[in-house]
């Protein structure tokens, strides 16, 4: 199964396992939006269950689902869900498999 976040700016493709979001260069998936801290969100994919969890690492600013604010906890989101992380970034929505049509752009390179 592919999984991928997909935005204005970008579609990402998620790690098979673990997927780290933030503004350290470290990070799997890079944001200079403002309000990202350097390690903010962890989206981990479950094959036990076909699951995604998304896990805030208490970040100053927070991490959002469908609007609604997730700090420094751990929750599970599903296909269709829109994701932003920080005080005014972008928002990601997460999509699987049929996101393989969607065409990489530059950004895709896991900074935005």
């Known amino acids: ?4 976040l997909k935005s204005s700016e970008g579609c990402f493709q998620l790690k098979p396992r673990t997927t780290t979001i933030g503004r350290h260069p470290g990070a ?10 350097d390690h903010h969100a ?7 269950d076909n699951s995604f969890i998304l ?4 970040s100053l600013h927070g991490t959002f689902v469908n609007g609604c604010q997730v700090q420094n906890a751990a929750v599970k989101v599903s296909p269709g869900d829109i994701l932003r992380f920080g005080a005014g970034g972008a928002s990601f929505q997460l999509v ?9 752009g530059a950004t895709a390179q896991g900074r935005v």
């Not at 799997?28 to 801290?37: E, N």
């Not at 962890?42 to 036990?48: D, K, M, R, V």
């Not at 699987?96 to 990489?104: E, I, L, T, Y």
């Open 1 to 4: 199964m592919r999984a991928f």
């Open 28 to 37: 799997d998936i890079v944001l200079q939006s403002a309000g990202v801290a």
């Open 42 to 48: 962890a989206l981990e994919f479950a094959p036990s």
């Open 55 to 58: 896990q805030d690492f208490n």
């Open 96 to 104: 699987v498999d049929g996101a393989a049509q969607v065409r990489m």
